[in-house]
């Protein structure tokens, strides 16, 4: 059996390609949209990808599977698990196979079977791989967003994200029981999940790529709990905020996502063509870096610096699906990797592109910034409104005295809480979420926006903080 991990750092995604050397058969388990590196991994090894599956309908990228078994000609595997609201809609125009608990299916000599995980989502499944050539037990289990290194999958997305009132717990109560069953299992088996560190589908996720089941009983929290009830509360406390496009992942995802020789390419943004799209209020966003975009920008964009490794997700916070969006890259040889993140979240509707060069003519305009010491010397906190726009936790564990909590994907429903007559601050934990936060505010016409460009290390101790 040969086994291959790939990691998207910026979606903090793993999927996994597990294939025969024997029959050359290999199968690809939860792939990203971009399926180059399959295509490429699996001729690298002598294989052809013959299946295509995934542990269950996405909510923070979209799913690959629909476009590899395209490009392949490879069976696709999809869950008939869960009620019929979350259930694939597409499977049958692309003559999927449905498979459910305890169905078993081949890739050579490698056994995959079927277990019902629900929890993160009612339809998630886990596959328990068996090399049947070198053994008769299973060595591990793909687990996707059920269990995770040191955590197990958050099960309030249908709620947060998707508008389903009253799932919330009934997930958790899922989840504790896809716990309990999974504890039986032999410690020895190879626990492979679908995130690490930095994904917003559970709260403490490890960094590390694997581990063990016997591991996870021993550290992981959510084996820790014999109590239905304790459990279900420390599941659901803590979580980190759902980004707003996690419901149209869903969506999509559930649908069949677009095949991306579909999806139009897009074109050069020129100063009149932004002008009407500024007033046409439609979404332009400037990738540029936090400095060069203080220093000169276009009013009415929104900077999210392509520095960050996650900077997509934060996109997803803000982006309409239903109208076009344009960029402003920091050169055009970036432009197919700005395309390429941008798609991964599911954004096919980039109509335009520029780069500041190529806006002249526009107009350009500064970002006050300022410093904690600035802040301690010049502003009374009456006269001056800080926003906090870190996560709640964050914010719990330390903040600024007298700062307003308001995470940054939350602002433009805030709004109303945000004064127009006095200077607002935008703060976070380094400087670049509320350089986000301080573009935002700008683009609905307030004026008086400032960003303390200092991090926590700095303004924690120049600033009362509780």
């Given at each position: ?211 063990t089941l016997g591991y996870e009983k021993r550290f992981n929290p959510a084996f820790q709990f014999e ?54 209020n439609e979404l332009v966003i400037d990738f540029r870096n936090k400095e060069d975009y203080a220093t ?157 460009v200092d991090g926590e290390s700095v303004w924690s101790k120049t600033l009362a903080t509780e």
């Amino acid at each position: 059996m040969l086994l291959k991990y790939f990691y998207d750092k910026e979606l903090a995604q793993a999927s996994y390609m597990a294939g025969c050397s024997a029959t050359g058969e290999a199968l690809i388990i939860d792939p990203s949209r971009d399926i180059a590196p399959y295509i490429a991994a699996a001729k690298a090894e002598g294989l052809r990808i013959t299946h295509v599956t995934e542990t269950h309908i996405h909510a923070d990228y979209v799913s690959g599977s629909r476009e590899l078994a395209k490009a392949t000609g490879a069976k696709l595997y999809l869950s008939d698990m869960g009620d019929d609201d979350w259930k694939y809609t597409y499977a049958k125009s692309d003559d999927a196979i449905l498979v459910g608990d305890g169905d078993r299916f081949m890739v050579g000599n490698v056994r995959l079977e079927v277990m019902h995980t629900p929890g993160h989502t009612p339809e998630h499944i886990s596959f328990i791989f068996t090399d049947t050539a070198a053994a008769d037990e299973p060595m591990g289990i793909f687990t996707g967003d059920f269990v995770f290194v040191g955590d197990v999958g958050r099960p309030d997305l249908l709620e947060e994200a998707a508008g389903m009132v009253g799932t919330r717990e009934v997930g958790a109560r899922q989840q504790f029981h896809s716990v309990q069953r999974i504890k039986d299992m032999p410690d020895y088996l190879q626990i492979l999940p679908g995130h690490g560190a930095g994904s917003a589908c559970g709260k403490a996720l490890g960094a590390l790529p694997s581990s063990t089941l016997g591991y996870e009983k021993r550290f992981n929290p959510a084996f820790q709990f014999e109590d239905e009830d304790q459990f279900v509360a420390w599941l659901l406390d803590g979580q980190p905020e759902a980004p707003r496009y996690f419901a149209h992942m869903k969506k999509v995802n559930k649908e069949g996502p677009a095949l991306l020789d579909d999806i139009a390419k897009p074109t050069a943004l020129t100063p009149a063509l932004l002008q009407n799209a500024l007033e046409n209020n439609e979404l332009v966003i400037d990738f540029r870096n936090k400095e060069d975009y203080a220093t000169s920008h276009i009013q009415g964009t929104i900077n999210v610096p392509a520095t960050s490794t996650n900077f997509s997700t934060y996109v997803g916070w803000f982006v309409d699906y239903e109208t076009p969006m344009h960029i402003i890259a920091p050169d055009e040889t970036s432009v197919p990797r700005l395309l390429k993140s941008l798609q991964a979240i599911g954004v096919d509707n980039v109509q335009r592109y520029a780069t500041l060069d190529m806006l002249t003519d526009a107009g350009t305009d500064a970002l006050p910034l300022t410093t904690a010491a600035d802040i301690s010397q010049q502003f009374s906190m009456d006269d001056v409104m800080i926003i906090d726009v870190r996560g709640k936790s964050e914010y719990d564990n330390q903040h600024i005295i007298g700062a307003q909590h308001i995470p940054l994907g939350f602002l433009p429903r805030h709004l109303d809480m945000i004064p127009k007559d006095k200077p607002v601050i935008t703060q976070c934990a380094s400087g670049y979420r509320s350089q986000i936060a301080a573009s935002v505010l700008r683009r609905y016409g307030y004026d008086n926006v400032v960003n303390l460009v200092d991090g926590e290390s700095v303004w924690s101790k120049t600033l009362a903080t509780e």
